[in-house]
């Protein structure tokens, strides 16, 4: 008789699925490739049309099995927020995010483990950045994840010390990391590509939205400085947040609009051109918990300036040139200017951040991710 690990996979084919799906489809895989002897792996997907069920099974091709619930998306978001729905069952489950069954059971007795990842505490700490049902959805789903589940899967050591400051799970929270998305590679029509997306012939680049935390606005205040290499900058994001745009925001920093480029990209190959060709990534954010896109810009040996938030630096393990935050107005976009203009400027300092990054970004793998899991579920 095989052993069988549910996943919910549910993300995988939601409307939008974003980075939490794109870190399901991953993880899923990789915890199918992982599988012991003996074991199976199975998805927990919300009642949806059958072509979902179909992608799901081509996306995840050795899950043993779909089990279909009865409620939609949505109503299986509410069902589970006050526990009143059935679910797979007892056994192994595991939640690619706080979207699971959770409810009482004998945690002693281990014929029922629900696991759940948490990828953010942004309900807590920055609760203008999303609606607010889905701030009341996520802290109701952390009430029930103290109470119910039998460990919490984290990204990185920082964010779990963020979320016990939060929520105290004890000796339940796993760090389980993740890895670059999967099809992150150059191909042949890597030039080809970068004519399509009318790269410049060299370029820094940086991601996210205008949104204060991420620091965007400071890195394009650094751009801006006198001094700074005059070199376009690809972002990586949406062009617009609120009634902010980059390029206005760029040019009230003395950056010329033409120097900018946004880009909102699906294909990883698309992503794997741009990074690669980069003189630089900048990750200014002023607060990060998964820190991603860092693996991402190691995994193609681009040179990496990033802050000082805790995540980056435990990613980065001393691979990227650090940038301190500091407090407000206390003279960071400065700070970033000075670390950009060395790195521009001196092809011996990029190409040694270059090789570390490089070395670092074989330190994670979605192999070793899956490995981490069944070991986790083996543990409980």
């Not at 059958?50 to 996306?59: A, K, M």
């Not at 991601?207 to 991420?214: D, T």
């Not at 925001?249 to 033409?258: F, M, R, T």
């Not at 700070?335 to 521009?344: E, K, N, W």
């Amino acid at each position: 008789m095989s052993t069988t690990l549910r996943v919910v996979v549910d993300q995988v084919v939601a409307h939008v699925p974003g980075p939490l799906g794109r870190y399901t489809l991953d993880l899923a895989n990789a915890i199918v490739a992982a599988a012991p002897a003996g074991c199976e792996v199975e998805g927990i997907v919300s009642s949806s049309p059958p072509e979902d069920y179909e992608r799901i099974q081509g996306l995840i091709p050795g899950l043993a099995g779909l089990y279909k619930t009865t409620l939609a998306r949505r109503e299986l978001a509410a069902a589970w927020q006050l526990g009143i729905t059935t679910s797979p069952g007892g056994g192994m489950i595991h939640g690619t995010s706080l979207f699971a069954p959770l409810r009482r059971h004998d945690r002693d007795t281990g014929d029922t483990q629900v696991v759940v990842t948490v990828h953010d505490v942004l309900a807590w700490k920055h609760p203008e950045a999303l609606t607010s049902a889905s701030v009341a959805w996520q802290k109701a789903m952390m009430k029930r994840a103290r109470k119910h589940a039998d460990a919490v899967v984290v990204p990185t050591h920082a964010l779990a010390s963020d979320l016990q400051a939060i929520a105290d799970f004890g000796d339940r929270v796993r760090v389980i990391g993740t890895a670059a998305r999967s099809g992150l590679v150059l191909g042949a029509d890597a030039d080809l590509r970068a004519v399509r997306l009318g790269l410049p012939k060299e370029f820094v680049v940086m991601a996210g939205s205008l949104e204060p935390r991420n620091g965007l606005v400071d890195a394009l205040a650094a751009l801006g400085r006198p001094g700074v290499p005059d070199v376009p900058v690809v972002v990586l994001g949406p062009s617009t947040w609120g009634d902010q745009h980059v390029a206005e925001v760029a040019e009230e920093s003395g950056v010329a609009p033409n120097r900018i480029r946004c880009l909102d990209l699906d294909d990883p190959r698309d992503l794997a051109v741009v990074l690669h060709r980069a003189l630089a990534f900048i990750a200014p954010a002023h607060d990060d918990a998964v820190g991603s896109a860092l693996i991402e810009a190691f995994a193609l040996g681009t040179p990496v300036i990033h802050s000082d938030v805790p995540a980056y630096v435990e990613i980065s393990g001393g691979a990227g040139l650090v940038v301190p935050v500091g407090v407000a107005d206390d003279g960071y976009a400065d700070r970033l200017a000075a670390a950009i203009t060395s790195l521009v400027s001196d092809r011996a300092l990029a190409d040694r951040l270059a090789l570390s990054g490089s070395d670092r970004g074989r330190a994670f793998s979605w192999r070793d991710s899956g490995e981490r899991v069944w070991q986790l579920h083996a543990d409980l």
